[in-house]
């Protein structure tokens, strides 16, 4: 027994001291790790933080959640769910690429053009910068003309959220923005009245842009195509959409799917100044209302 005991303590002894022979190398951290390190946390950050002011955003959450469900299909063993997710996930690939083929298109062309480094570096823009006093002005002079007149007009201030895929479906322009320059756009008979204006950076970037139509059923029958291609484009984009009507003159806003009609010059001032304030710091509007809202 004292002789089996001497054994298996010798062979521990000789265990411990094979242990304590080994070559053991520990992982070093040098200067090039970190930096390494660093650069991909930063193009991790700056890709989310360019998804997150894209219509992609959402896409990208509900990507989220399917991905969260496969964990917990992984962790309960749900054998029948695991399989069909190990089954579809090359399909799922070519789907993303499809879902997200405007996102990719642009930021493509932003590394071709050679600015996508630019804006990869740039730092958050003001709400001045965007929409400066001015050009509120200048826009709100406009739309007080061209409803006394009854002149049709559509114009989109872009925010956050980029209009570069309506943008691209018009004439380029790239103007300073004035109230003469709108009223002489949206003139009848003028080869630029027709579709919408874009507004981006203080300027007036593109006229003639096609908007996508609302699909609600809960739209007023007189409202037209105008009216209808202003909420399509509100429930897309956080933009300021601007409607002035050719039928009666009345100024409207779409914001986030909800149309305000009849806006006086000083209401519109208002909705725009307090919108503008409560987008610097919550990023939401401040006000609900129905899809028509009086």
Known sequence: MNQTATDTLASI?????????????????????????VIVAFLIYKMIFWIK???????????????????????????TILWIFSNTISVGIIALIVVFQPELRRALEQLGKGSYFTSLFKTEETAEDMFSEKTMEEIL????????????????VE?????????????????????????NIFEKNTPLHDGAVIIKHNRVAAA??????????DISMEL???????????????????????ETGGI???????????????????????????????????????????
């Not at 002011?53 to 054998?79: D, E, N, P, S, Y």
């Not at 002079?141 to 989109?156: D, E, N, Q, Y």
Request: proline residues 3%; aromatic residues 8%; hydrophobic residues 45%.
């Open 13 to 37: 002894f000789s265990s411990f001291t094979n242990y304590q022979t080994l070559d053991v190398t520990m992982p070093t951290v040098g200067l090039v790790d970190i930096l390494d390190i």
């Open 53 to 79: 002011q894209t219509r992609a955003w959402v896409l990208f959450k509900g990507m989220v959640v399917i991905f969260g469900f496969a964990l917990v299909a992984m962790i309960l063993h749900l054998t």
């Open 141 to 156: 002079k406009a739309c007080g003309k061209m409803s006394h007149a009854k002149t049709g007009a559509l114009i989109l």
């Open 159 to 183: 925010r956050r959220v980029p209009l570069g895929d309506f943008e691209r479906t018009g004439i380029p322009i790239d103007a300073v923005v004035t109230s003469q320059l709108l009223i």
């Open 208 to 217: 003639t842009c096609f908007l996508p139509l609302t699909e609600a059923n």
């Open 224 to 246: 037209g195509t105008r009216h209808r291609a202003g909420i399509g484009a509100s429930e897309v984009s956080d933009a300021f959409v601007i409607i002035v009507s050719e």
């Open 252 to 294: 409207s806003l779409a914001q986030g799917g909800v149309l305000y009609r009849n806006l006086t010059i000083d209401s519109l001032r208002s909705m725009l100044s307090q919108s503008s304030r409560s987008s610097k710091k919550k990023k939401v509007l401040p006000w609900k209302g129905r899809r028509n809202h009086e």
